[in-house]
């Protein structure tokens, strides 16, 4: 960890996995009208992992769900490997999601009647990969993130650390660039929490995704490369 440092690796000659130039989401209009996020610019290097936090309400979500292309800023831009990905068409946003970006959210959003290894090779299905290799590329993961045995079991006989497991597993079975991580151990005590934050680690070091996760918690700052820190929707001086 280095939050004293910007989240960005100067003097290299590749292009950034993630860009934001002046990027602002506001929700509603007049009287009603809330910035959630302000004029907010950084860049993320390939490889890197990145702790976002912030108080309840800072923008941390909805700066996730900008990068993530769940949603379109207000204003500004957000560039994915070099490309202006702001305002492209529905059909190559939904290309991008399901192929190049994986999520991971607090309630683990696993389908209840499918198996651990059928919820893990699912998205890989919707890409039209044979079933084949689609279950081996789960096993794989499965493998590795210790949850072997569990492949069979529906997420109703899993805890919920296990449950949040095999959503990374699934979020990296189309073996995406980035990696984005809401509050993973939001849901989650001390233990379950440090798997899953050392499963999400592995995930970086040993598969090479970028990842953005966001956590309430100081200690999980080790885990990071570097820091973002949300204040009212901007960038809080902190971080840089
Ligand atoms: N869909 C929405 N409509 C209106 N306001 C929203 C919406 N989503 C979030 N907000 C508001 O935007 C601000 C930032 O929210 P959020 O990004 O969820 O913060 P965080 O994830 O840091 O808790 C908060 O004031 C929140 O109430
Ligand atoms: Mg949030």
Do not use: W
């Not at 207000?74 to 202006?84: E, H, K, M, P």
């Not at 991971?104 to 299905?125: C, G, I, K, R, W």
């Not at 995406?176 to 440090?194: I, K, M, R």
Request: glycine share 8%; aromatic share 4%.
């Amino acid at each position: 960890m280095n939050s004293n440092e910007p989240p960005q690796v100067r003097g290299s000659s590749q292009a950034p996995t993630l860009e934001v130039r002046d990027l602002s989401r506001t929700y509603g209009s007049g009287d009603a009208a809330v910035q959630a996020l302000r004029h907010v610019s950084f860049e993320i290097a390939p490889g890197d992992m990145v702790c976002i936090m912030g108080r309840s309400g800072s923008g941390k979500s909805t700066l996730l769900r900008q990068l993530g292309l769940l949603d379109t800023p207000t204003s500004g831009q957000v560039f994915l490997d070099g490309a202006d990905v702001t305002r492209i068409r529905e059909s190559r946003r939904r290309v991008l999601r399901l192929g190049h970006l994986g999520y991971v959210f607090q309630e683990y959003a696993l389908l209840p009647e499918l198996t651990a290894e059928e919820n893990v090779y699912l998205p890989s299905l919707m890409t039209g990969s044979p079933l084949r290799q689609s279950r081996s590329r789960a096993r794989e993961l499965l493998a590795m993130l210790d949850l072997e045995e569990r492949a069979r079991h529906r997420p109703s006989e899993l805890s919920g650390g296990q449950q949040q497991r095999v959503a990374i597993a699934r979020a990296m079975v189309n073996r995406p660039t980035v990696l984005f991580a809401d509050e993973p151990t939001g849901n989650l005590d001390t233990v379950s929490s440090e798997m899953v934050m050392t499963a999400l680690a592995r995930m970086n070091e040993e598969l090479g995704v970028t990842i953005l996760f966001v956590s309430h918690d100081p200690d999980h700052l080790r885990f990071a490369k570097n820091t973002i820190i949300l204040r009212d929707g901007e960038l809080a001086e902190s971080a840089y």
